[in-house]
């Protein structure tokens, strides 16, 4: 769209077509850049913070908070950027790495784990 843009206020210069090519072109300017900084608030506001302690597990973000005890959790799963927690009544709390995110899914998965068998009494 800026490419786009930045042509059609070029479009006079080159052809000496009307005026009204960069008028449009600008318009089209502000439009991308606009459109580039709510994309930018929308990744901010999907940011979330994971809260481990010895009874459970807190997605907070975007207004909400998410739970699981860790004596509610019978499976975990792993897939690439991705840990689900399954509870005993079904429901599940995912845990989701966007490409590019800045995150580190292996250490948190080697503190749930931990966390986990420490509920259960499991020992190394």
């Known amino acids: 769209m800026a490419v786009l843009a930045v042509v059609l206020v070029m479009l006079p210069n080159w052809f000496g077509w ?56 019978v499976k975990v799963t792993r897939a690439t950027g991705r840990i689900t927690l399954h509870r005993r009544n079904g429901s599940r709390v995912a845990l989701v790495l966007p490409r590019g995110g800045a995150g580190d899914l292996n250490a948190l998965g080697v503190d749930i784990a931990r966390r986990l068998d420490a509920n259960r009494g499991y020992q190394s």
């Open 18 to 73: 009307p005026v009204i090519f960069p008028i449009l072109g600008a318009v089209m300017l502000v439009l991308a850049v606009t459109l580039v900084v709510v994309a930018l608030a929308a990744a901010r506001r999907m940011a979330v913070t994971v809260v481990l302690d010895d009874e459970r597990l807190r997605v907070q973000g975007e207004g909400r908070t998410q739970s699981a005890d860790w004596s509610d959790v």
